[in-house]
């Protein structure tokens, strides 16, 4: 008899694979059976659907990563060290499970409605840090969310343009540009001083 939470994991990451290679809505329960090596109707022994599918994927993980970086911000102090091992542990996950990120694009913008209020998300766990930052001291006041925005998108686009052959090498191998340009972006001390030194 084969074990269900194996049986599921193995569900989780054919689904994952054929999701992120063709797309959710071209992927069907049948193609994620015969990926995983299971009867199709094993699937809905584990979701309801697709859907639930779908849902439970994105939501797992998309709080799950959230926990991670609130856990990372909580052992490191500074806000340019905090950037720097939270884009680290992102790029590693890019690297490490393109998949996973690739779903992630493709699903957020219609299921983070979803979300119940209140839940941690990655880009609340990013405007924690930044607010905690600005109360500090560290940076100037600012619009948090703006500051959010900032520095997901310097993060972010890297990452798409890899998806799609753009930029080569491993995400990882950026770690050091991408974490000062966020920290230049929020108005970091090295930023301040510049700006200071050009006036």
Not at 81 to 107: M, S
Request: with cysteine; charged share 20%; aromatic share 8%.
């Amino acid at each position: 008899m084969s074990d269900p939470y194996e049986t599921r994991a193995r569900i989780n990451q054919a689904a994952l694979n054929l999701f992120a290679e063709q797309g959710v809505e071209a992927t069907t329960t049948k193609d994620i059976a015969k990926a995983a090596g299971i009867a199709e109707g094993t699937i809905y022994r584990h979701y309801v659907s697709k859907d639930d599918l779908v849902w439970d994927l994105f939501s797992t993980n998309y709080v799950g990563f959230a926990d991670r970086l609130d856990a990372l911000a909580a052992e490191h102090s500074g806000l340019k060290f905090k950037l720097l091992v939270v884009i680290r542990h992102f790029c590693e996950l890019f690297d490490n499970d393109p998949a996973l990120y690739r779903f992630l694009l493709l699903v957020q913008h219609r299921n983070l409605h979803r979300l119940k209020a209140g839940t941690r998300t990655p880009v609340l766990a990013m405007s924690d840090i930044i607010a905690d930052a600005m109360q500090a001291g560290e940076i100037p006041e600012q619009d948090v969310n703006l500051a959010t925005a900032f520095v997901l998108g310097i993060v972010m686009q890297p990452a798409t343009f890899h998806v799609y052959g753009r930029l080569g090498g491993k995400m990882v191998d950026h770690v050091p540009a991408l974490a000062n340009a966020a920290y230049n972006a929020l108005g970091g001390k090295a930023a301040q001083d510049s700006a200071e030194n050009a006036a």
